[in-house]
Nanobody
């Protein structure tokens, strides 16, 4: 059974940082694109960042310079480092895998999500 499990969410003050991790099991995603999406309260799920199996990364334009996606193919994990957090970064953050793109429908595998809350 394929599972994606996110961790690292929590409560942080504006300007602070959070590091999210996603551990995949059940199969290797070393040749797959992996991504992070988020869902702010009352809004649709939105693209945050994606990274190909070769390490090429893509970000939502508004997040470039603050967020960094990385992966460890040997450990079957993907991470999201979030710096200079703003109130509008609050939401549930989801890990996704296979096949790729910036739309939720482009991914077959999803984690259950982890809550990230930024306070003033």
């Amino acid at each position: 059974q394929v599972r994606l499990v996110e961790s690292g969410g929590g409560l942080v003050q504006a300007g602070g940082s959070l590091r999210l991790s996603c551990a995949a099991s059940g199969r290797s995603f070393s040749r797959s694109t992996m991504a992070w999406f988020r869902q702010p309260p009352g809004k649709d799920r939105e693209f945050v960042a994606a990274i190909t199996w070769m390490g090429d990364s893509h970000y939502h334009n508004s997040l470039k310079g603050r967020f960094t996606i990385s992966r460890d193919n040997a450990k079957n994990t993907v991470a999201l480092q979030m710096n200079s957090l703003k109130l509008e970064d609050t939401g549930v953050y989801f890990c996704a895998a296979d096949p790729g793109g910036s739309r939720p429908k482009g991914y077959d595998f999803w984690g259950q999500g982890t809550q990230g809350t930024v306070s003033s």
